[in-house]
């Protein structure tokens, strides 16, 4: 039974997007659980040196129904004041048991930059 991860309404067999949220369905339980069991379940997908292919690869994965968490850190280089600034690195985080296939849509992508 496929079901919003947005929102959590069930819809029947063939649809494919939330008609509230506007987002794919999903069909993993697991993947609707509350935001604090979410972690858990997530593994860690890539750590990218920019936003921008984070940002692509995450909407490459959802396209394809997958749910990610993105986590950035930012950090400030010690050489901040004399030019080095602050950069982040972004970490993207998907379902355990999709990791496999993201990591496939990942190399996919990155092989076309
Ligand atoms: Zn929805």
Sequence with gaps: MPFCPNCKSEYIEGITACSECHVPLVDELAVATREADVEEKFALL??????????????????????????SDMLTSAYGSKGGGVFSKVRIYVPENRLKESDEIMNQMLDHI
């Excluded at 690869?57 to 749910?67: H, S």
């Design 46 to 71: 890539h750590t990218f040196p920019s936003i921008v292919y984070a940002e692509m690869i995450k909407e490459a994965l959802e396209k394809r129904g997958i749910a990610c968490l993105m986590k």
